[in-house]
């Protein structure tokens, strides 16, 4: 009588036993690595906020010191915040990078070495991440996250500043209003409201890339 074939068995969990001294070792130390590197690019992070934030004040300063200073100095501030926000945003991705691998062995590799059964295959999902190195996070989420977490209140404060200096500027035998704000913004012959109409659509941009970013981390994480 013919033997009937046994059924395909799914592969077992794995745990703590099914990695060898080498393999545990190599694991541990490339864990170490991506911390180190997360920390490095934690750093940068930073550097990149205080060059930004050192770069603004040193402008505003200049600007409200001198009634006879250019409102433009605070425009310049805006394209230079957004030269910074990109910088940063590069970084953040290079930083998610790490984050996202140290991620995976925080899911599944240390789990399965304090006893607990992981799924088999998440060691392709590692590999995948080493042979085509990718961020989890788009370029515009990156840019939306940032915005979010340090240069939207940044950007606040340069729009606060400049609608002081326009003040400051406008002609003092004029009320207070906004046409008298609108008015103090021209650029030579380039009227004040086109340079406000300018300056709403960047901060309309800003605002729709802050919206638009994804708010959560990849692997599950807020």
């Known amino acids: 009588m013919p033997r009937l074939a046994s059924a395909p068995t799914a592969p077992l969990p794995l745990t703590a036993a099914s990695y060898s001294t080498n393999e545990a070792n190599a694991l541990i130390h490339f864990y170490r690595a991506e911390v180190g590197k997360m920390t490095a690019y934690r750093q940068r992070l930073d550097m990149t906020t205080n060059w930004s934030v050192v770069t603004t004040a040193g402008l505003a300063s200049f600007a409200l010191g001198d009634d006879t200073n250019s409102h433009v100095i605070f425009l310049f501030a805006m394209l230079m915040n957004y030269f910074f926000l990109h910088l940063e945003a590069r970084r953040f991705r290079t930083f998610e990078i790490s984050h996202h691998r140290t991620r995976i062995m925080e899911r599944f590799f240390y789990p399965a070495m304090l006893g607990d059964k992981v799924d ?103």
């Open 120 to 222: 088999p295959d998440w060691h392709q999902l590692l590999l995948a991440e080493l042979a085509k190195p990718r961020s989890p996070m788009e370029r515009w989420d990156s840019l939306g996250w940032r915005l979010r977490r340090n240069y939207l209140w940044i950007y606040v404060g340069i729009l606060i500043a400049w609608i002081a200096k326009l003040d400051t500027v406008r002609n003092k035998q004029q009320a207070f209003s906004p046409i008298t704000l609108i008015d103090a913004a021209h650029i030579g012959s380039f009227p004040g409201w086109g340079v406000w109409a300018l300056a709403g659509t960047f901060y309309g941009y800003l605002v729709w890339l802050t919206v638009r970013a994804g708010r959560t981390y990849p692997m599950e994480e807020g």
